[in-house]
């Protein structure tokens, strides 16, 4: 679990780019090139510790693998 502020807020930035990007129709495996590219940025730029950035992907990775964070709500019925 991420405890750090700077780290957190990454986190959120990716999740939040991940379901717009899916509700864009990009696949799972274009937000994996996309995390891939974003982490790259973070180690390049030496935006947080090492062992910071591996539990970010470690973190960001099992919300791509969770199918219930990019389900379509289903919506009511209209009743007329």
Do not use: C, K
């Amino acid at each position: 679990m991420l405890q750090d502020a700077r780290a957190i807020r990454y986190y959120q930035r990716l999740t939040d780019a991940f379901v717009d990007h899916w509700n864009r129709g990009y696949s799972t495996s274009d937000l994996r090139l996309y995390l891939e590219g974003y982490l790259a940025a973070l180690r390049h730029a030496d935006a947080l510790e090492p062992y910071l950035i591996h539990r970010l992907e470690e973190d960001t990775l099992r919300y791509l693998s969770d199918p219930s964070n990019f389900a379509v709500p289903e919506s009511e019925p209209e009743i007329y």
